[in-house]
């Protein structure tokens, strides 16, 4: 097994200055690797049962789509204003460097789902807190949440309620 945090690069005062931003697209560029996070991910949901998994655009299409296959569930693109023909669900959020909205096709998911919410990275919680309220505006169930990453110091756990979380690789600080 890779020590996953060893892959991980880390930027400094990107995509602002104070910011130390974790990269995880070396995880995804060696087949080893990515195959290993895709498997932890998924021991971690298969006994969740997801109908579908929810991955919040950029950094979230990743892994989602690959975990999503692995699950044989459906996947749930939650995209970036003005990125979704016809209509769909909207939701705002705050980050750790500013404020952005999620959108989510009324197609994506169906009123009863069992959604796991997919990111690569949890900080302050915002964008994953947006994608719950954007599955229950759908009419469907979050069963839990899994990261590659996490901030622990920026306690983004403590807007996600009571359910089932995982990050692979956890960091104390912000």
């Known amino acids: 097994m890779t020590d996953l945090r060893s892959r991980i690069l880390e930027v400094a ?31 971690f949901a298969a006994p969740l049962q997801p109908s579908v998994v929810l991955g919040a655009e950029a950094r979230g299409f990743l892994f989602g789509p690959t975990l999503a296959f692995a699950l044989g569930c459906g996947f749930a693109p939650a995209r970036k204003p003005g990125k979704l023909p016809g209509a769909f669900w909207s939701e705002s959020y705050a980050l750790e460097y500013g404020s952005n909205t999620l959108e989510l096709a009324h197609l994506a998911i169906e009123p009863g789902a069992r959604v796991l919410i997919h990111d690569d990275l949890l900080a302050t919680g915002g964008t994953a807190a947006a994608a719950i309220a954007l599955v229950k505006q759908a009419g469907a169930e979050v069963i839990g949440a899994c990261f590659v990453a996490e901030l622990k110091g920026l306690a983004g756990r403590s807007l996600l309620g009571d359910v089932p979380i995982l990050s692979l690789v956890e960091y104390d600080g912000a």
């Open 13 to 43: 005062d990107f995509p602002k200055q104070g910011i130390l931003f974790r990269d995880l697209l070396p995880l995804v560029s060696e087949p080893k690797v990515f195959q290993q996070v895709i498997q932890e991910l998924s021991d």
